[in-house]
């Protein structure tokens, strides 16, 4: 269920600022001309980190917190400001700095996913201090939301009539757009990418480094990119793994991951259906007909869930998806079906995230509470207080943000018959709730046409890119074709294996990355990792 929200995030205002525009806006003046006056922001590069420990009770005694603030609107720092929530664990050695962390989305809380899954990057504090955050309106930094119900949201588990009444769809679009943004507040007409890479600079000040070293995942790839191409004299030692695309439109992206998704179940129900335990029987082709059965059945009469609410067919597709994208998920999907089939029970499908495309799996409050945000001092909110469908609103807002085209009401109607066919085509289970997503940004205001315009060509120092062959959510084409783009600071590692990212499913890549971070040793462009021996294992006892 979605969080109620009463309140809108925090964001400090300054004296005198005028009422704040809802407008989705490409901030941060990269492209202005370079005999504009450019806004004062030294005041935000003077700051340091003053790190303590966390204030949440389940926060390992090892782990620091801190913050720091950003201007609202980079072209009006006046305007206001935004208090980002940051997390570190300290360099066990010497140290050469800090390596910032995103985890992917976009939507995906930093703070929360160091606190949970650091163990990963403990190699890492040989020679860093590890560091990430809540990039704006994420998490504990001024979290946006879609309110009570989250209409904004829950268009994704409508019935399939919806997309059969083009208009009536997207006036409820329209609708829930306006809602998203009465309940996120300011912050949401300065979300996207492109803010976010402005604050990692100043991120990196604050921490006191010369440059920036990052290590990226799915959508972090795309937030590195553009950091890359704003600030390319102050990049470091950068890893994108599991490359974004930098160019396709929304369209492209939605029929690419269906595509993606479908490959990946397929390849869960060969493993599943070899296993006498698997829901499905043991016939893998009849196993697929099932799932779609099971979805379309869902959808047509959603279970009640133990939290309150119901679960629908697209509750079903989100939680699969999350777990095809790491084949270590897959004993425990198979579990999940099995107590949803003979039970209808859904607890542990709930314990799967469905807001976006992420290295690791993002948990879900295990009690299943509904938040209400509370301000606190300094601009950052507690934990236990971040909307429970910030997440998804986050996914929404920065996509949208990032993404220039805003198609008509009439060419959406004329065009809808055509892409259902093409994405049901693509993925029978995967394609309404991709094509879905895909509608979401109708009644947002335009995004920003930097990313697709501005980034490439990119003369920094070289990058380390991580395609994945069997990635179901960033295809390694994109790989190939955001590394043409960049330009020759590119380097390519092949990783040969399947799920999404490489850097905790295959030894190789964990330990290519680790060199170059480390020791600054990289692959020559075009080396390859084999796929791990792990991924051909047969199933765990369940």
């Not at 019935?159 to 912050?187: E, F, I, K, M, Y």
């Not at 990692?200 to 006191?208: F, K, N, T, W, Y």
């Not at 509470?369 to 609103?393: C, I």
Request: proline share 6%.
């Amino acid at each position: 269920m979605l969080a109620k929200s009463s309140t809108r995030p925090v964001v400090r205002r300054c004296a005198g600022a005028g009422a704040l525009t809802l407008a989705l806006l490409g901030a941060g003046l990269p492209a202005a001309a370079a005999d504009r006056p450019q806004p004062d922001l030294s005041r935000f590069y003077r700051q340091k980190a003053v790190w303590a420990a966390c204030k949440s009770a389940d926060t390992p005694k090892d782990l620091q917190c801190a913050k720091v603030t950003v201007p609202l609107d980079y072209a009006r720092p006046g305007a206001g400001t935004l208090d980002l929530a940051l997390a570190r664990y300290r360099a066990t050695g010497p140290s050469r700095g800090s390596v910032l962390l995103n985890f992917g989305g976009p939507g995906g809380p930093g703070v929360s996913e160091l606190t949970t899954g650091g163990e990963q990057y403990m190699d890492l504090t040989n020679g860093y201090d590890v560091v990430t955050f809540d990039p704006r309106g994420i998490g504990q930094s001024s979290p946006v939301s879609c309110g009570d119900g989250g209409d904004g949201i829950s268009v994704a588990t409508q019935s399939n009539a919806d997309l059969s009444r083009p208009q009536a769809l997207l006036t409820h679009l329209r609708q829930a757009a306006g809602q998203c943004a009465r309940h996120s507040g300011p912050v949401l007409s300065h979300i996207g990418t492109v803010n976010a890479a402005r604050d990692m600079d100043v991120i990196r000040q604050a921490l006191g480094d010369k440059k920036l070293n990052y290590l990226g995942f799915s959508y972090g790839t795309r937030l590195g990119a553009v950091y890359a191409a704003q600030f390319p004299h102050k990049v470091g030692r950068m890893v994108l793994d599991g490359v974004d695309t930098l160019t396709e439109p929304l369209s492209e992206q939605g029929l690419a991951g269906a595509e993606g998704q479908q490959t990946a179940l397929d390849d869960f129900l060969d493993w599943c259906t070899a296993d006498i335990a698997c829901p499905f029987g043991q016939d893998a082709r009849a196993a697929g007909d099932q799932v779609v059965q099971l979805v379309r059945s869902l959808d047509e009469n959603p279970v009640p869930t133990d939290f309150g609410g119901s679960f629908s067919g697209q509750d079903l597709v989100g939680a699969i998806g999350q777990a095809l994208y790491s084949k270590e998920l897959w004993p425990s999907l198979e579990r999940a079906l099995a107590l949803l089939i003979e039970d209808g029970d859904t607890r542990r499908l709930l314990s799967f995230s469905s807001g976006g495309d992420f290295a690791v799996p993002v948990r879900r409050d295990g009690e299943g509470k509904r938040h209400d945000e509370k301000k606190q001092d300094g601009g950052v909110v507690d934990a236990q207080d971040v909307p429970t469908d910030n997440l998804p609103a986050a996914l929404m807002a920065v996509n949208c943000a990032d993404d220039p085209d805003r198609p008509t009401a009439a060419r959406i109607a004329k065009d809808l018959k055509n892409l259902r066919a093409a994405y049901d085509e693509a993925s029978p289970v995967f394609g309404r709730f991709r094509l879905t997503q895909l509608l979401m940004c109708y009644g947002r205001p335009k995004g920003t046409d930097f990313i697709r315009d501005r980034v490439k060509n990119v003369h920094s120092a070289k990058m380390l890119l991580v395609g994945t062959r069997g990635d179901p959510a960033t295809p390694y084409r994109w790989t190939e074709e955001t590394a043409r783009r960049l330009g020759p600071s590119a380097v390519v590692l092949d990783n040969k294996g399947e799920g999404h990212t490489g850097y905790s499913s295959s030894k190789c890549v964990h330990r290519k990355i680790n060199d170059f971070l480390l020791y600054g040793s990289l692959p020559a462009s075009g080396s390859s990792c084999p796929a791990d021996a792990w991924s051909s294992t047969a199933n765990t006892t369940n």
